[in-house]
């Protein structure tokens, strides 16, 4: 039994060609569009809506299986599963978003429909527009992979949504190429933000590997990028490493891996007795690979008082930073600290491991220091972080999103936390807007902060607005602190991956040393860190501002939205995602 398919709409476009496209023979069966499905010229392959399955989609799956099948992508159960959720792109207008899913018009394909053949049998983006690929590299090929890695997983109410802000900006941003002859790097659709989310990258890659050549390219794996959401980074993929369709080792570390987790050596935990084996006392291993893999900060954008931050341009009085050092929230990791006990008896047994014991050290030293606020809980949270001058910036159970929090709150992150890198590090240096302290310094933190004088702290203050346009997702979510986009962590991330191309071998915190572009983009377009950059020319793109200081929100009403739903800002009112406006 066929479904009942929506009414496809008419694409934009060069109305001769596009009909020429849509004529083509197509290399799946009618039953596949008929059944609800989209094919993939490309492969022959027929993609199903979730409640469909069968070589082209002629079978409704029953209702055990599918009640399972929900489950695994994340579902309470069929009915949000089956449920209507944003598509990426909103399917370009070349097909119909169903259940998260674009059925698209006949000829296209892709995850969005942006995808056709030409005369000559090869994909091309969004034929019969404008679209070409920009003049900045990297570009980048996405595998068009079947929707159950990416399309049909959970979007609402997603916690960290990094993977879907990538995938949404690759085509947005002009960095996408359907020829895999020009690309720089190579995209694997796959969403992971949990351990047992990476069997689906084994599958992925063993995909990959019977449907297209470029994995055994040379320095194909290394090309070859993957996102993981997870708190352990690449190491959340351990338990599966080589154990789930052959999956080799080589293979996952071959990879170029977008994290949020950046060790780069094994770190111990200082709470164990003397005598105790580095394997006992280990608490993570290096999950981070310095000059392939970049660490991306945890995507953040209004809350904590963002929209009210003192770094933006149009902030006339900002709140007096009278609290010298400032950190709220969990310091064991369960329950709460003893503070009649010195480290590490201020935490019960299974709390002393959690944030390496950074936390729990600072805690205990400094808890009850004058001007120093070192809190389990504050209820006027972003009121503290715009009144405080230093704030503690370390990771949790495993990465951490306070170094973020901070920067663009204007407060000077105090970064603690050894081998384990921030957003961008080593190729961002944040010397220049943060305090490093070692973690057997802690105890003498408080003479570390007094010794910033005055002319150091606003050095690193004026850095601060540079560095916090890097850690936000400004093309994603709009803009807080005046910044136009073009030094978000979208780009960012490219800029570093660029530079890693083009300079094999050059330690990653040398490569502004021999790049003066990339030492330029690090500075957010000025000379050095710091210094205000020269004004853009007038009518350069920018994306919608979020901020307080600038009106009403102008990414409320977005003609285009994110996968998640909310304002996809920097085509935010395109018509046309191949006009969309570009920031490089």
């Not at 370390?394 to 384990?420: E, F, K, L, M, W």
Request: hydrophobic share 30%.
């Amino acid at each position: 039994m066929t479904v009942a398919s929506p009414q496809l709409p008419t694409a934009h476009g060069d109305a001769t060609l596009l009909k020429k496209v849509a004529s083509r023979p197509s290399r799946c069966s009618d039953l596949c569009l008929q059944n609800g499905g989209t094919c993939n010229e490309e492969l022959g392959r027929c993609d199903c809506q979730k409640s469909r399955k069968g070589q082209y989609c002629q079978e409704e799956v029953p209702e055990e299986e599918l009640s399972a099948l929900c489950t695994r992508l994340g579902f309470p159960g069929p009915k949000m599963c089956l449920a209507d959720a944003p598509c990426l792109n909103k399917c370009n207008d070349r097909g119909v978003c169903v259940q998260g899913f674009c059925q698209c018009l006949p000829g296209h394909f892709g995850t969005d429909c942006s995808l056709s053949l030409d005369d000559n049998g090869m994909p091309q983006i969004l034929q019969g527009t404008s679209y070409t690929t920009r003049a900045k590299r990297p570009w980048v090929y996405i595998y068009e992979l079947p929707p159950v890695f990416n399309a049909w997983v959970k979007r609402i109410r997603i916690d960290r949504p990094t993977f879907f802000y990538f995938w949404q900006r690759f085509l947005s941003s002009g960095t996408r190429t359907a020829d895999p002859d020009k690309a720089d790097l190579f995209f694997i659709p796959v969403y992971m933000r949990h351990p047992a989310d990476n069997a689906k990258l084994a599958r992925a890659v063993e995909y990959l590997g019977t449907h297209w050549p470029y994995l055994n390219r040379t320095g194909g794996m290394a090309k070859h990028v993957v996102i993981h959401g997870g708190d352990w980074g690449k190491k959340e993929h351990e338990p599966f490493k080589g154990k789930v369709l052959g999956l080799q080792e080589g293979i996952v570390d071959g990879m170029t891996w977008l994290t949020h987790w950046g060790v780069y050596k094994p770190v111990h935990s200082p709470s164990h007795p003397p005598g105790t084996s580095p394997r006992e006392s280990l608490l993570w291993a290096p999950a981070h690979n310095p000059g392939r893999d970049v660490v991306v900060p945890v995507p953040e954008g209004g809350g904590f008082g963002h929209d009210k931050s003192p770094l933006h341009p149009l902030s006339r009085n900002p709140p007096v930073r009278n609290t010298t050092f400032f950190h709220a929230g969990r310091v064991c990791g369960v329950g709460l600290p003893n503070t009649s006990q010195p480290w590490p008896f201020n935490c019960p047994p299974r709390g002393r491991r959690y944030s390496g014991a950074v936390r729990q050290r600072v805690h205990a030293y400094h808890h009850n220091r004058t001007g120093y606020a070192v809190l389990p809980h504050v209820k006027n949270f972003s009121q503290m972080l715009m009144r405080s001058k230093f704030c503690l910036a370390t990771q949790g159970g495993g990465h951490g999103n306070r170094q973020v929090i901070a920067a663009v709150s204007g407060c000077i992150p105090v970064v603690i936390g050894d081998h384990v890198y921030q957003p961008f590090e080593p190729e961002l240096d944040w010397n220049d807007f943060s305090v490093r302290v070692l973690e057997e310094q802690i105890p003498i933190l408080h003479e570390i902060l007094a010794a910033v004088d005055e002319e150091t702290y606003r050095r690193k203050q004026a850095a601060l607005r540079c560095g916090a346009q890097h850690v936000l997702f400004s093309s994603m979510r709009g803009s807080l602190i005046g910044e136009s986009g073009h030094y978000d962590a979208f780009e960012t991330t490219l800029e570093i991956l660029r530079a890693h191309i083009d300079h094999p071998g050059v330690p990653p915190q040398d490569l502004q040393k021999v790049d003066e572009k990339f030492k330029r983009f690090m500075a957010c377009g000025a000379d050095e860190v710091g210094q205000e950059p020269p004004p853009r020319e007038p009518g350069t793109p920018a994306v919608c501002s979020k901020s307080a200081f600038d009106g009403p929100s102008s990414c409320r009403h977005c003609v285009y939205k994110s996968l998640l739903g909310g304002a996809h800002t920097m085509c935010c009112n395109s018509l046309d995602l191949a006009a969309c406006p570009r920031l490089w």
